[in-house]
Nanobody
Framework: QVQLLESGGGLVQPGGSLRLSCAAS????????MAWFRQISGKEREFVAA????????HYADSVKGRFTISADNAKYTVYLQMTSLDTEDTAVYYC???????????????????WGQGTRVTVSS
């Protein structure tokens, strides 16, 4: 089993920045993909960003491209989501996901990940 612990959520004003962290522990693998999804109230959970440990390749949803940056500290099995130019539409619960065997075609799909964090709430409001 793998456990994921998210942190960094909170209240931020429009235009502000916030950094989320997600640390994986337990039976982690040397090769993995970690991702962030979010669930806006009343909507389905959606893909935000993902990063593969091998090669460090990143993927982003169009809605966050250019504003959010995903990165990883491989030694700590920790992934970060730096969010800038936040908008009220970014208000959501953000979930971290992890899997050692995500294929490229599933990297943006919830079904591609077996392990999930509990979520951290981000509220963008003035």
């Amino acid at each position: 089993q793998v456990q994921l612990l998210e942190s960094g959520g909170g209240l931020v004003q429009p235009g502000g920045s916030l950094r989320l962290s997600c640390a994986a522990s337990g039976r982690t693998h040397s090769s993995y993909t970690m991702a962030w999804f979010r669930q806006i109230s009343g909507k389905e959970r959606e893909f935000v960003a993902a990063i593969r440990r091998r090669g460090g390749t990143t993927h982003y949803a169009d809605s966050v491209k250019g504003r959010f940056t995903i990165s990883a500290d491989n030694a700590k099995y920790t992934v970060y989501l730096q969010m800038t130019s936040l908008d009220t539409e970014d208000t959501a619960v953000y979930y971290c996901a992890y899997d050692p065997g995500v294929i490229l075609s599933s990297i943006r799909r919830q079904s591609g990940y077996r392990y999930w964090g509990q979520g951290t709430r981000v509220t963008v409001s003035s």
